[in-house]
């Protein structure tokens, strides 16, 4: 059957299982607790799930750091609970992808415990392994993204292993083809229990530099990398994988040729690298590496028209035919309410969010509460979890503000997060600020932004302009920022005032509004003749003559 790309300009929603649903009172989400809260997903009208990771790991990075990539850590429920949960997607309707962590395994995966144990077993080559310098030093100035040197020492092996995060995720050696088919083989495993895909965890990491290739476990890196700056991880980070993207384009090609013996099965990357957008356009061209991608520019902590308009811009010049999936929130990033709107984000502005990240040329991703406007919750240093924020404490407080249990209702003190009386506590702390904000209460008020996420996704749903059209950004005005989205001859502009101000846009002169599309729920904008009025925050859809 030929592929539906039902992934082309689809809505994925990403569970952190962790913090989803506790089905046996444990405070820990597991996998039968989202079953059992698939419905809400489907009625908010995505095409599928994210799964962030719920295989056998030490959760030292939650799940990250994965110590069999073929089995489900017994603290989610077992492959039979993923099984059911898949059955059940699939009669809502749902499509499931799966996070697959390739880049790094845990250090207590069995091909790491075999790796480290000396210079000549079967897997001595399997990681990312270098002499020191003569003074005992790491072979080179090489950083993790949390913090410290790439580098750590095993005294078994009297050598040192690469880790682009924790000491805790060695990095497996791509260079080296028995991991590639390691790896492709779990991805089959997964794709034979019949999963539609996968988010790749640091798509763009999966190769370090070659000069380590041609002497893998013996040799050293040639002197200090000039670009290592410890400011921007993303700016050396590339020098650490730069050289080597020819080869990983060539194991995305492989993963591709995979996926494509398993119809409508897609993929999304995940790209951190301080040119996002163009590594975005690179890995989804051509059709024969990913379907899609996201990168980290409306991620990060910049916002407001000015800077949404240079990211438009300047993808519109790289993306070629490439396909991107944009996000503003994940559980790596603070929670977009809280980002674009501080500490009282304006309702007016949360759906602003909600209709300009699903009026963007792409596939988009929802993260878990994004559909509530559930701002960051303000996680005391005591109760923190994630090592990432610890050790960075207290300029970044870590990921854990975006992790918190999610809020199903006000009846009980944990929000419904856990279906048993009386558990545990919840693994991290439930948020006050989230419980006039939980679905029951949202669920129960026509202008919440759940019931105005549920409309847009509805009507959505009928606009192939915005499923699939072409994206043509109008010039700044001010604070307003406008698109045209084309499909065939329906033109709609998508235009909206993200200042606390009312706003005024001036149609160029030879466009007519036909009509305004208010049945797609956005509202806070009036046409007259070509000139738009906006309220604070005002959006406007509209059909162009
Ligand atoms: O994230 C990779 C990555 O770049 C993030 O670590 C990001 O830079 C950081 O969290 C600051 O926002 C992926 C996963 O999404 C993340 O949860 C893991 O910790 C990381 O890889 C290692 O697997
Ligand atoms: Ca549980």
Redesign the pocket.
């Known amino acids: 059957a030929p592929n539906s790309n039902w992934w082309r300009g689809g809505v994925i929603y990403q569970i952190y299982p962790r913090s989803f649903a506790d089905s046996n009172g444990d405070g820990i989400g597991d996998l039968p607790g989202i079953t059992a809260r698939l419905d809400h997903i489907a009625r908010l009208g995505a095409d599928g799930i994210w799964l962030s990771p719920f295989f056998r790991s030490p959760m030292k990075?939650f799940g990250?750091d994965v110590s069999d990539y073929c089995d489900v850590d017994p603290m989610f429920g077992t492959l039979d609970d993923f099984k059911v949960l898949v059955r059940r997607a699939h009669e809502l309707g749902l499509k499931v992808m799966i996070d697959q962590?390739l880049s790094?395994t845990a250090d207590q995966h069995p091909w790491f415990v075999e790796s480290r144990a000396s210079l000549d077993n079967p897997k001595a080559d399997w990681y990312v392994w270098a002499d020191a310098k003569d003074d005992g030093n790491p072979p080179n100035n090489w950083l993790s993204?949390f913090g410290g040197s790439a580098w750590q020492w095993d005294t078994r092996r009297c050598q040192y292993y690469l880790h682009n995060?924790l000491t805790s995720?060695p990095d497996l050696n791509f260079h080296h083809p028995e991991v590639q088919d390691a790896l492709l083989g779990t991805v089959k495993f997964w794709l034979d229990l019949g999963v539609d895909g996968y988010r790749l965890?640091?798509a763009n990491f999966y190769f370090h530099d070659r000069q380590l290739r041609d002497n893998p476990g013996r040799g050293r890196p040639t002197g200090e990398d000039p670009a290592v700056n410890a400011v921007n991880?993303y700016g050396w980070q590339r020098h650490m994988h730069d050289k080597s993207q020819p080869e990983n384009l060539v194991f995305l090609q492989r993963l591709r040729a995979l996926l494509d013996q398993y119809p409508d099965t897609t993929m999304v990357g995940?790209i951190?690298d301080d040119d996002g957008l163009a590594r975005v356009a690179e890995y989804t061209s051509g059709g024969d590496k990913l379907h899609m991608a996201y990168c980290?520019d409306l991620l990060g902590v910049a916002h407001g028209a000015p800077f949404i308009h240079g990211v438009m811009t300047r993808f519109g010049e790289v993306v070629g035919s490439g396909w991107p999936c944009w996000a503003l929130s994940?559980?790596?990033?603070v929670r977009v309410a809280t980002r674009w709107g501080g500490d009282r984000p304006p309702a007016a502005l949360l759906r602003l969010a909600m209709a300009l990240v699903l009026s963007l040329r792409g596939s988009v991703c929802l993260y878990q509460g994004e559909e509530l406007g559930l701002p960051e919750a303000d996680v005391a240093f005591e109760d923190l979890q994630d090592p990432?924020g610890i050790t960075m404490w207290p300029e970044f407080k870590g990921?854990d503000g975006c992790r918190t249990p999610f809020p199903w209702s006000t009846t009980a003190p944990d929000l419904g997060f856990s279906s048993v009386a009386g558990g545990r506590a919840p693994w991290l702390p439930v948020a006050a600020s989230h419980r006039a904000l939980a679905v029951d209460v949202q669920q129960a008020d026509a202008d919440s932004l759940l019931n105005h996420t549920r409309a847009l996704l509805a009507w959505r749903r009928g606009q192939p302009a915005l499923r699939d059209g072409e994206m043509t950004l109008l010039p700044l005005h001010d604070q307003v920022l406008a698109w045209v989205r084309r499909s065939g001859h329906e033109r709609v502009l998508c235009a909206f005032n993200l200042s606390e101000g009312e706003a005024v846009l001036n149609l160029p002169a030879h466009e007519q509004v036909a009509a305004v599309l208010s049945d797609s729920g956005v509202r806070g904008a009036t046409v007259h003749d070509r000139t738009v009025h906006f309220d604070p925050h005002g959006v406007l859809f509209a059909r162009l003559a």
């Open positions: 990075d990250y962590v790094h993204i995060f995720q965890d640091t991880p995940e951190g980290f994940n559980h790596d990033v990432y990921r």
